[in-house]
């Protein structure tokens, strides 16, 4: 393996989460939000499950957009 190529899998490895997605796709946020809205009505294993600070940041601002749509 050249040393390029494991520079390059090195970055790759820094930049994914554990579902191999990059942070901030939309992928990634379509896959967490999957996620949360299993482990919020129960169907979704939550041991070990370290949820990202930027998922939670975009749920309450989806949360605040949509509650400000409603009172227009």
Partial sequence: MSKLHRRLKKLEA???DEA???SGSQKWMD???ERVDKILAGDDEVKGCQIP???WDAIMQRAD???SDGCR
Avoid: P
């Fill in 53 to 55: 600070l930027e998922v």
């Fill in 14 to 16: 820094l930049i994914t």
């Fill in 65 to 67: 957009s949509e509650r």
């Fill in 31 to 33: 896959y967490w939000t």
């Fill in 20 to 22: 191999g997605l990059v």
